[in-house]
């Protein structure tokens, strides 16, 4: 029997919540047949039933799960025989770290860049809701306009910041290590979310970051790849902007990621005079 899962989406039919696209992918993890309920904003409370006024929720067989989180624990503990979306505790604690870390990172200040579009891409029912929502409850009462005016300004300032990122994902395929988890799709969750409502490239075209994303867009016969998405990559860099990232062609190179005690040489102790 198929699990059944309630998506949010805009008028493309796009997925917008970062929250139901790791949930979608959690379910692929599993190889889960899925049935989709589509919709937007508004209708959550009917089309659930009463049951929850936000997204992701599934259906299993006659149980229901809401958030993200607990679905994806509710799989690992439903099905085991399946492919662990954690490997224990620190892969929780991790997950948790990255999710946080993003949102402060990327989705905090390119929610500002690409908050009219987001209002604009919604369906046509579900756009009062949006700009009534996002300006008294996140905005402070600002306008949707005013407050994505000058984006070309603050894009180029995000890029940098996830130099850690990069610097991780040139050590290893995946957060996850040799195969993705639900750390990588916690993460990628917030880069789908931002494609879904970027009419302009929030990343440069040569963004390290690319081969990661792309694979992960790619995974589960492209469950990433949606024909409402937006590209990511093409960001065009003015004089005086940061550089996006670290290029190690210049031979300016991160740190070394300490693995272990004999592995990262240590200072000589200084001797007393």
């Given at each position: 029997?198929?699990?059944?899962?309630?998506?949010?989406?805009?008028?493309?039919?796009?997925?917008?919540?970062?929250?139901?696209?790791?949930?979608?992918?959690?379910?692929?993890?599993?190889?889960?047949?899925?049935?989709?309920?589509?919709?937007?904003?508004?209708?959550?409370?009917e089309?659930?039933g009463?049951?929850?006024?936000?997204?992701?929720?599934?259906v299993?067989?006659?149980?229901?799960?809401?958030?993200?989180?607990?679905?994806?624990?509710?799989?690992?503990?439903?099905?085991?025989?399946?492919?662990?979306?954690?490997?224990?505790?620190?892969?929780?604690?991790?997950?948790?770290?990255?999710?946080?870390?993003?949102?402060?990172?990327?989705?905090?200040?390119?929610?500002?860049?690409?908050?009219?579009?987001?209002?604009?891409?919604?369906?046509?029912?579900?756009?009062?809701?949006?700009?009534?929502?996002?300006?008294?409850?996140?905005l402070?009462?600002?306008?949707?306009?005013?407050?994505?005016?000058?984006?070309?300004?603050?894009?180029?300032?995000?890029?940098?910041?996830?130099?850690?990122?990069?610097?991780?994902?040139?050590?290893?395929?995946?957060?996850?290590?040799?195969?993705?988890?639900?750390?990588?799709?916690?993460?990628?969750?917030?880069?789908?979310?931002?494609?879904?409502?970027?009419?302009?490239?929030?990343?440069?075209?040569?963004?390290?970051?690319?081969?990661?994303?792309?694979?992960?867009?790619?995974?589960?016969?492209?469950?990433?790849?949606?024909?409402?998405?937006?590209?990511?990559?093409?960001?065009?860099?003015?004089?005086?902007?940061?550089?996006?990232?670290?290029?190690?062609?210049?031979?300016?190179?991160?740190?070394?990621?300490?693995?272990?005690a004999?592995?990262?040489?240590?200072?000589?102790?200084?001797?007393?005079?």
């Amino acid at each position: 029997m198929a699990i059944t899962l309630y998506d949010l989406q805009l008028a493309s039919g796009c997925t917008i919540s970062p929250f139901v696209w790791r949930t979608k992918y959690a379910l692929a993890h599993k190889g889960l047949d899925v049935d989709i309920v589509p919709g937007g904003f508004t209708g959550i409370l009917e089309r659930t039933g009463g049951r929850s006024e936000r997204l992701p929720a599934i259906v299993d067989g006659d149980k229901w799960v809401l958030d993200s989180w607990v679905i994806a624990e509710y799989l690992d503990e439903t099905y085991p025989d399946r492919p662990m979306l954690f490997e224990g505790p620190s892969m929780k604690a991790l997950t948790k770290f990255i999710d946080g870390w993003l949102w402060r990172t990327a989705i905090g200040p390119w929610f500002r860049c690409y908050i009219l579009d987001y209002h604009d891409l919604s369906l046509p029912q579900d756009h009062e809701y949006v700009r009534t929502t996002r300006e008294n409850i996140f905005l402070g009462g600002r306008k949707l306009e005013e407050v994505q005016a000058g984006r070309e300004d603050r894009l180029p300032l995000v890029p940098p910041t996830l130099e850690p990122l990069r610097q991780l994902l040139r050590e290893t395929p995946w957060l996850g290590g040799d195969t993705p988890n639900f750390a990588d799709y916690t993460a990628l969750a917030v880069f789908l979310w931002t494609g879904s409502v970027a009419t302009t490239p929030p990343l440069t075209a040569d963004d390290p970051l690319r081969d990661w994303l792309d694979r992960g867009f790619d995974l589960y016969g492209g469950l990433g790849r949606h024909p409402g998405m937006h590209s990511l990559f093409g960001l065009e860099l003015r004089e005086g902007d940061p550089e996006p990232f670290l290029n190690l062609a210049t031979g300016t190179a991160p740190a070394p990621i300490n693995r272990g005690a004999g592995t990262t040489p240590l200072p000589e102790p200084v001797k007393a005079a």
